[in-house]
């Protein structure tokens, strides 16, 4: 097995430098949301959007529990 680099700079930004440990990280904030959802399905909710905040987790809270009560 041979190895070989070919360096050929981005175009797209001055520095000429390229993403490297981007993929990593796309998959973690919607496993969170998951793990949320999945800690509060016995409010009744089942998806709240991104970014999630301690007001809007709040609020699906306190909404999931007003419309209980209607």
Avoid: Y
């Avoid at 793990?35 to 301690?54: K, Q």
């Amino acid at each position: 097995m041979r190895t070989k680099f070919l360096i050929v700079p981005s175009p797209t930004n001055p520095l000429g430098v390229k993403g490297l440990g981007e993929a990593g990280c796309v998959a973690a904030p919607p496993a969170i949301v998951g793990a949320v959802c999945d800690a509060l399905s016995p409010f009744g909710i089942g998806h709240i959007d991104m970014p999630l905040t301690p007001p809007k987790v709040w609020r699906a809270i306190r909404d999931a529990r007003e419309g209980a009560k209607a």
